[in-house]
């Protein structure tokens, strides 16, 4: 099973907790769960995770972009990341409304009271 080893270190890397809910996947189970036809979890190239809390999330993103992944895309309604390899030249925010521009501006996380 080949899995992306930058994705592995960016995994490691990460200071909060999260599950893995999608990695490296057949074709015949990206075609059930309606996964695009080039998917690069079909490669191992694409990771999805989950988050306990939007900060988390966040924070997460940040060191995705930081790190320079190019392919990154959040669900701000489940706390969820898709993290690829790319190639890509952009980065996308999709909230459950659609896709919106990602600066690091909205990956701030949010200040708690002290």
Not at 55 to 64: K, P, R, V
């Amino acid at each position: 099973m080949n899995l992306n080893l930058r994705l592995f270190e960016f995994c490691n890397a990460l200071a909060v907790p999260f599950n893995v809910e999608r990695w490296r996947s057949t074709s015949a189970h990206n075609r059930v769960i309606g996964g695009a036809p080039n998917s690069k979890h079909l490669t191992g190239d694409a990771i999805d995770l989950s988050f306990d809390s939007k900060d988390d999330l966040l924070s997460s993103a940040l060191l995705a972009c930081m790190l320079k992944f190019e392919g990154i895309e959040l669900d701000l309604t489940n706390n969820h990341l898709h993290v690829d390899c790319g190639p890509r030249l952009w980065h996308v925010t999709k909230t459950y409304a659609g896709y919106v521009p990602l600066d690091e501006a909205q990956l701030a996380p949010s200040s708690s009271p002290a």
